[in-house]
């Protein structure tokens, strides 16, 4: 590296990469000094695959999980990609293709109806549940897999029930539908996540080119392996459960991989008991492992200017309420003889105006410490995925009350 000497004009860096210090020379002119050692070789093939698969400015541009995550969701991909190679093959044989008794007449009344059902099914779950894939991403993420590869499942045993053909592939189309909202629903509140320089397109774009590049590995796989398992069904149902246990193995550590900073209600609820049990409020890194994959919900009444933070608070109400009527709480907690003799007056069914009044005066005393604690340890609070509705309740009081 030449030695030009004094302090350099300006330093240039690109990323994580070695700065380069630019000097002036006598001439002039300016000497760029590298520092560090230079892409040459493998590490210049390293830096075009970087810029080819993973989005720009990697890995300060994305979330911490941004890796393991991706990473066992290639795995899954191409396991996926596998078992259904398997499954269209199962189900060109079963429409006929290579029999020639069969008509292809039939063979497409059969596809369309396939087509059909799924489409209906595709529009009747996006209105049924589109607005709660967001608050429970990881959730849906793991179901729709999972019914995936119940739907690969059913056409590779189609063919072995030719009088119920139509019907089971009917049903595995309306399966694939489903998957394809809830995964590409869910996908895109990942990738929302993901995204940390409003770089969301960017992030979209690149996890679209690594699904490409496994799904072509498991098409070149698949051309190996399907002259294998033509007419071997034990050999087709032996390599179907081996890809998807890796699959649903790949996609549970995929989701648990993942750590959102934004509260729902099952986050919600850990934060909020282990703040009533310790005082404090604990990392989403600490949280999100401990997240149950399955949906939850919680029903409060919100003014009609309610906020995020308010919304936040109706919830740790709800919440709260929930724990004193169905948890027995250790006497150490925070606010230990208020919440204690709360729930003393719960549990024993009473549950009039005054005990309504006192769990609203206990709450304003643990919310703001919960609502700091909240924003000390990094959750998101400006924003929420606790499902509100769109209902909301303009109490009307009395004069004489409101006095």
Not at 22 to 39: A, E, K, W
Not at 119 to 128: Q, V
Not at 285 to 313: F, K, R
Not at 375 to 387: F, I, N, P, Q
Request: with cysteine; charged share 15%.
């Amino acid at each position: 590296m030449p030695n030009l000497g004094g302090q350099p004009l300006c330093t240039e860096t690109y990323g994580p990469r070695w700065p380069r210090h630019y000097h002036p020379s006598p001439d002039g002119c300016l000497r760029c000094v590298p520092q560090g050692p230079q892409d040459v070789g493998y590490g210049s093939l390293r830096g075009i695959f970087m810029s080819v698969f993973l989005p720009q400015g990697y890995p300060e541009s994305v979330s911490p999980d941004y890796l393991p995550y991706q990473l066992w969701d290639t795995v899954q991909a191409f396991a996926s990609s596998i078992t259904g190679a398997l499954a269209t093959q199962a189900v060109l044989r079963g429409v006929g293709v290579g029999d020639q008794a069969s008509t292809v007449t039939a063979a497409t009344v059969t596809w369309l109806l396939k087509d059909g059902t799924g489409m209906l099914g595709r529009i009747l779950f996006a209105w049924m549940k589109g607005s709660k894939l967001d608050c429970d991403a990881k959730q849906w993420r793991l179901f729709a897999d999972v019914l995936n590869d119940v739907a690969i499942f059913m056409e590779i045993v189609a063919p072995a029930f030719p009088a119920c053909f139509t019907a089971i592939v009917c049903a595995s189309g309306l399966a694939k539908c489903i998957v394809g909202v809830a995964g590409g629903a869910t996908r895109a509140a990942l990738t929302m996540h993901q995204a940390r320089r409003d770089n969301m397109a960017d992030v979209s774009a690149k996890d679209g080119s690594q699904e490409t590049l496994v799904n072509l590995a498991g098409l070149l796989v698949s051309l190996l392996l399907l002259p294998l398992v033509t007419n071997n069904l034990l050999l087709t149902y032996t390599l179907y459960g081996l890809f998807t246990a890796l699959h649903l193995y790949a996609n549970y550590r995929a989701v648990r991989a993942v750590c959102m900073e934004t509260l729902n209600y099952a986050r919600l609820r850990l934060v909020l008991r282990h703040f009533l049990r310790h005082g404090e409020v604990p990392h989403p890194t600490h949280i999100n492992p401990q997240e149950p994959l399955v949906p939850g919900t919680v029903s409060v009444a919100l003014h009609p200017y309610a906020e995020s933070v308010d919304v936040i608070h109706a919830c740790v109400h709800a919440l709260l309420l929930e724990t004193l009527l169905y948890q027995d709480l250790p006497p150490t907690l925070w606010e230990g003889s208020s919440l204690l003799a709360l729930q003393c007056k719960l549990q024993k069914g009473k549950g009039d105006d005054e005990d309504s009044n006192e769990s609203h005066q206990v709450l304003d005393r643990i919310f703001p410490a919960f609502l700091a604690g909240l924003m000390a340890s990094g959750w998101v609070t400006d924003r929420h995925l606790l499902g509100a509705d769109e209902w909301r309740v303009d109490w009307i009081m009395s004069t004489k009350k409101a006095q």
